[in-house]
């Protein structure tokens, strides 16, 4: 089963509609990303996610991800990527034998287009002539 997941963990990573990466927890460096991430934001591995995601100099005011690791549990917050558009994170705290991780999910929260009118239910006024005695 170990060898199924880990043949098909890229493959899932490639076709998930989020960005993907790993980030090592003591330095913040990116070690990992999907493809989503490198169409968004170019190559980031070996930058910090701080800098490459967010283009900060340093870790996000509102991160959570040392929450994440002292909790054990995933954390999300809210936070507004390099790119102006508004991201849901999810930082989820994994143990790889002695090594911690963390995978952060980042989901795009694009900006809203105008709705299309609504269409009118109950079809175009009658534009059917008038008879004499005001029947139609």
């Not at 963990?9 to 330095?27: F, K, N, R, S, Y």
């Not at 170019?42 to 100099?57: D, I």
């Not at 909790?71 to 002695?98: D, F, H, K, M």
């Amino acid at each position: 089963m170990d060898n199924l997941v880990q043949a098909l963990a890229p493959i899932i990573l490639g076709h998930l509609p989020i960005g993907v990466t790993v980030i090592d927890p003591e330095t913040y460096a990116i070690i990992a990303q999907n493809d989503v991430i490198t169409k968004t934001f170019g190559q980031c591995v070996a930058r910090p996610c701080f800098s490459a995601l967010m283009n900060r100099s340093t870790q996000c005011p509102a991160c959570e991800l040392p929450q994440a690791l002292a909790s054990g549990e995933a954390r999300s917050t809210i936070l507004t990527a390099s790119n102006g558009v508004p991201v849901l994170v999810n930082w989820i705290p994994l143990l790889q034998g002695t090594k911690r991780l963390v995978i952060e999910t980042l989901i795009a929260f694009p900006a809203p287009t105008a709705a299309p009118p609504s269409p009118d239910l109950h079809g175009p006024p009658d534009a059917s002539p008038s008879r004499p005695g005001g029947e139609r």
